[in-house]
């Protein structure tokens, strides 16, 4: 199912209730989103076991500026390799950071993917992929909280990522 402008979709399969976002405005808003579909879908059919619950939000940061490779003034120095030979020759640059904190994992993908690869990196674009999940048996009660607190780690390493120029860039 699709939003009226297509800017979100909700998914439903056998094992999945899935909803993206290409307009996202707040978590707020998402979460309200998601817990009135929810509880639409459970009124629908009833009382169903959940073995996974996951907050998943791709930052594609895109900047109109030379140097494609060039991220120090955006991005945090901890996540920028060094480059010094083949620079022009880069086709793709990622990283994969894997947490396991017990009650759920986190997987953070970020890198320059470049949508045109396998040609040399020529677009000044950075992922932020960060995806916050728990999988086993989950109660209905604890969905609301556990999304809270996947969102709220998830906003802690998104800021932990980005520079004041980047900030500046976003909210200009």
């Not at 620079?87 to 396991?100: A, C, G, P, T």
């Not at 604890?142 to 802690?156: C, N, P, R, V």
Request: aromatic share 16%; charged share 30%; hydrophobic share 35%.
């Amino acid at each position: 199912f699709l939003g009226f402008k297509s800017e979100k979709k909700l998914t439903i399969a056998s094992e999945v209730l899935c909803i993206e976002s290409d307009a996202y405005d707040s978590y707020e808003l998402l979460k309200k989103d998601f817990t009135e579909t929810f509880a639409e879908f459970i009124k629908v059919f009833g009382e169903i076991e959940i073995n996974f619950l996951g907050l998943r939000y791709i930052n594609n940061i895109e900047i109109a500026e030379d140097g494609p490779l060039e991220w120090g003034k955006y991005i945090h120095s901890k996540l920028l390799l060094k480059f010094t030979k083949h620079k022009k020759s880069l086709s793709r640059v990622f990283q994969i950071l894997e947490y396991n904190f017990g009650d759920y994992n986190l997987r953070y993908q970020f890198g320059m993917h470049n949508p045109d690869y396998p040609a040399p990196i020529r677009r000044k674009l950075f992922t932020l992929d960060i995806d916050t999940y728990y999988s086993g048996l989950i109660e209905l009660a604890e969905i609301s909280t556990g999304l809270d607190k996947f969102h709220k780690h998830t906003q802690t390493l998104f800021e932990e990522s980005i520079t004041d120029d980047l900030r500046g860039f976003m909210h200009g």
